[in-house]
């Protein structure tokens, strides 16, 4: 029987995720020593109740697609609107430096894709569907190399391959991510934060992040640089705000529609949540610049933290375990060396090459999140660590911008020189 939730149920079933999620987290020692983001620790109970309705009373649930899509939109149009010109030049070398690591990797994994799968006995070709068009890729690169591979090379179950496999990177993106990065850091020296006690409240207030205003002080150090590390402290939010905060959303969300329509079929096609994120900078650095408008970052960094935290608790809640189930021990197997290969990658290497400090050890843990699932993953998995030990500026401006705009671009190149291999 298949049960079909409209966008008020799947709305209150992302927050009673969100919710258990952060109520195991605060008590299970595990889960926060070892940074599992709560999406994630609410989102795998959540799967795995799903998962046993169906096995004993055959129920399958259906959610609204149309809600998640919304707020995975909403959250890269939050990072295209916090995304200055001015900050996008602090990126310089270490950005190129970290695309440089992750175009690396996706070479890495690929290769080990296709020769696990060889040395299985399977079509090659199954081994680049499990490496980086479904892992680094994620859910939409793996639907739509599916339907070319199943076309064009005849491998059959391409898509739902794809999309089994990227699911399955989703949920190991978001639990090897923290690990990592606590095991980097205890070797580092670094210990968690501890709050203090009885602070007061100018003390609290004066502690707020993202206070950052367009009208602001530039050299304000303890002002511009937040973006989505401290989502649980004190925003001074108005309704004002909210609705011209909402405004700008819904302008970044209908550019990225017009945008998709636009461009399909064409050569500067681009996946929608690319058009919402570019729509947020050309909106941002028009109307500051031009109009001398004040952004109001707090806002913006609240919605969207929100609306990260509600995509991933939908996108698990989505989850059918018995998909994976259904892979065969094959594939499990190429999906197991993948998911040992990157956190070796990540722990040996992007950490390493990236510095050998703590911005390193967050960058580790976001190239977990999308080496193996996707840049909402990244993102959570480093505001986990963040919020356990001190900020990452250098991590958070730098894994948004390659994993949103660049890693599809090396992907689709990568990948080509792959397939000319067996062309």
Same mark, same amino acid.
């Given at each position: 029987?298949?049960?079909?939730?409209?966008?008020?149920?799947?709305?209150? @079933?992302?927050?009673?995720?969100?919710?258990?999620?952060?109520?195991?987290?605060?008590?299970?020692?595990?889960?926060?020593?070892?940074?599992?983001?709560?999406? #994630?620790?609410?989102?795998?109970?959540?799967?795995?109740?799903?998962?046993?309705?169906?096995?004993?009373?055959?129920?399958?649930?259906?959610?609204?697609?149309?809600?998640?899509?919304?707020?995975?939109?909403?959250?890269?149009?939050?990072?295209?609107?916090?995304?200055?010109?001015?900050? @996008?030049?602090?990126?310089?070398?270490?950005? @190129?430096?970290?695309?440089?690591? #992750?175009?690396?990797?996706?070479?890495?994994?690929?290769?080990?894709?296709?020769?696990?799968? *060889?040395?299985?006995?399977?079509?090659?070709?199954?081994?680049?569907?499990?490496?980086?068009?479904?892992?680094?890729?994620?859910?939409?690169?793996?639907?739509?190399?599916?339907?070319?591979?199943?076309?064009?090379?005849? #491998?059959?179950?391409?898509?739902?391959?794809?999309?089994?496999?990227?699911?399955?990177?989703?949920?190991?993106?978001?639990?090897?991510?923290?690990?990592?990065?606590?095991?980097?850091?205890?070797?580092?020296?670094?210990?968690?934060?501890?709050?203090?006690?009885?602070?007061?409240?100018?003390?609290?207030?004066?502690?707020?992040?993202? /206070?950052?205003?367009?009208?602001?002080?530039?050299?304000?150090?303890?002002?511009?640089?937040?973006?989505?590390?401290?989502?649980?402290?004190?925003?001074?939010?108005?309704?004002? *705000?909210?609705?011209?905060?909402?405004?700008?959303?819904?302008?970044?969300?209908? +550019?990225?529609?017009?945008?998709?329509?636009?461009?399909?079929?064409?050569?500067?096609?681009?996946?929608? +949540?690319?058009?919402?994120?570019?729509?947020?900078?050309?909106?941002?650095?028009?109307?500051?610049? +031009?109009?001398?408008?004040?952004?109001?970052?707090?806002?913006?960094?609240?919605?969207?933290?929100?609306?990260?935290?509600?995509?991933?608790?939908?996108?698990?809640?989505?989850?059918? /375990?018995?998909?994976?189930?259904?892979?065969?021990?094959?594939?499990?197997?190429?999906?197991?060396?993948?998911?040992?290969?990157?956190?070796?990658?990540?722990?040996?290497?992007?950490?390493?090459?990236?510095?050998?400090?703590?911005?390193?050890?967050?960058?580790?843990?976001?190239?977990?999140?999308?080496?193996?699932?996707?840049?909402?993953?990244?993102?959570?998995?480093?505001?986990?660590?963040?919020?356990?030990?001190?900020?990452?500026?250098?991590? +958070?401006?730098?894994?948004?911008?390659?994993?949103?705009?660049?890693?599809?671009?090396?992907?689709?190149?990568?990948?080509?020189?792959?397939?000319?291999?067996?062309?």
């Amino acid at each position: 029987m298949e049960i079909t939730l409209n966008g008020y149920y799947t709305l209150i @079933l992302a927050t009673m995720v969100l919710l258990l999620g952060k109520a195991m987290v605060k008590r299970i020692k595990f889960l926060s020593d070892f940074n599992i983001p709560e999406p #994630v620790a609410g989102g795998l109970i959540a799967a795995a109740i799903v998962y046993t309705l169906n096995a004993v009373f055959g129920y399958s649930f259906t959610f609204q697609k149309e809600l998640q899509t919304a707020c995975m939109l909403m959250f890269f149009a939050s990072i295209g609107l916090s995304a200055d010109f001015g900050r @996008l030049k602090a990126g310089g070398k270490p950005l @190129l430096v970290f695309l440089v690591v #992750v175009s690396g990797f996706i070479i890495v994994q690929n290769a080990v894709g296709v020769g696990v799968a *060889s040395a299985l006995g399977l079509d090659p070709l199954m081994g680049l569907v499990a490496g980086s068009i479904s892992l680094t890729g994620g859910h939409g690169t793996a639907g739509a190399w599916g339907t070319t591979f199943e076309d064009k090379y005849g #491998v059959i179950g391409a898509t739902t391959l794809g999309i089994a496999c990227a699911t399955y990177g989703l949920v190991a993106g978001g639990i090897i991510g923290g690990p990592v990065a606590k095991r980097l850091i205890t070797n580092l020296g670094i210990k968690p934060s501890e709050d203090k006690e009885n602070r007061s409240a100018v003390e609290e207030v004066a502690d707020s992040q993202s /206070l950052y205003s367009t009208k602001h002080n530039i050299d304000d150090d303890t002002a511009h640089k937040e973006m989505f590390e401290r989502p649980d402290n004190i925003r001074l939010i108005t309704a004002s *705000s909210t609705i011209e905060t909402l405004a700008l959303f819904a302008a970044c969300l209908a +550019f990225a529609d017009i945008m998709t329509g636009i461009a399909k079929d064409t050569w500067f096609e681009l996946p929608t +949540f690319v058009w919402a994120l570019f729509g947020g900078v050309v909106i941002r650095n028009t109307l500051t610049t +031009f109009f001398n408008f004040d952004m109001f970052d707090r806002a913006i960094d609240v919605f969207g933290n929100a609306a990260l935290s509600l995509f991933l608790a939908m996108a698990l809640l989505s989850l059918k /375990l018995w998909e994976l189930a259904d892979l065969g021990p094959s594939i499990l197997v190429v999906l197991a060396v993948q998911t040992v290969v990157m956190i070796a990658y990540a722990y040996f290497v992007t950490f390493r090459i990236m510095g050998k400090d703590y911005d390193a050890a967050v960058l580790a843990a976001g190239h977990c999140g999308f080496g193996m699932g996707a840049t909402p993953t990244a993102i959570a998995n480093m505001q986990a660590i963040t919020d356990r030990y001190v900020p990452s500026h250098k991590a +958070f401006l730098i894994v948004p911008m390659v994993g949103a705009f660049f890693v599809d671009l090396m992907n689709v190149a990568i990948l080509q020189g792959f397939l000319g291999m067996f062309s």
